[in-house]
């Protein structure tokens, strides 16, 4: 790596932040939408599709290994 190359490393670095910051807020976003006001029928969607996503990761995961 020479000298010539770092600026645009760091810029590359610096522009990777910023799309994982962008990504990190509108998880916070969905987050806040599920959490923030206590919802406890919100909150059962939540944890249902989570628990599905879950399954369906299991399931896969057995059908590959067959």
């Given amino acids: 790596m020479s000298i010539s190359e770092t600026p645009v490393l760091v810029c590359l670095l610096y522009n ?4 994982w910051r962008v990504k990190a807020n509108e998880w916070l976003k969905v987050y806040k939408f599920l959490m923030y006001p206590f919802n406890f029928r919100r909150y059962l969607l939540f944890i249902s599709l989570w628990a599905h996503a879950m399954f369906l990761v299991t399931l896969l995961a057995y059908l590959d290994s067959l």
């Fill in 16 to 19: 990777r932040l910023l799309q």
